[in-house]
């Protein structure tokens, strides 16, 4: 079942239509929505025309190396281990 958020008269629960777009001054509108049954106005969500959507920026692409992916990154065994106990390994380190 679909149920879409479809905006329905406040008094009378009938269809709502778009009747025009009313301007508040500075850039701001909203627009009117009108009963089909009623005939009640209702303004809707006031839209800010400042907040229009900026260009997106073109997508950095950086081309892949030929070899494919990169070797593996090796920790040497200092880095390893001290990687180990900080990721919880208490057990590889013995009380004394
Ligand atoms: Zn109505």
Known sequence: ???RAQPVC????????L???EYLGGRRS??????RACGAQ????????DTRPRPALPAR????????????FVLDPTTAE?????????AADPEP
């Open 61 to 72: 692409k950086r081309p892949l190396p030929d070899g494919g992916h990169p070797d593996n």
């Open 30 to 35: 909203a627009r009117v929505l009108r009963c």
């Open 82 to 90: 001290m990687l180990r106990q900080a990721l919880g390994g208490e």
């Open 1 to 3: 079942m679909t149920t």
């Open 42 to 49: 209702v303004r809707g969500e006031v839209q800010d025309d």
């Open 10 to 17: 406040p008094l009378c629960a009938g269809e709502l239509r």
């Open 19 to 21: 009747s025009h777009r």
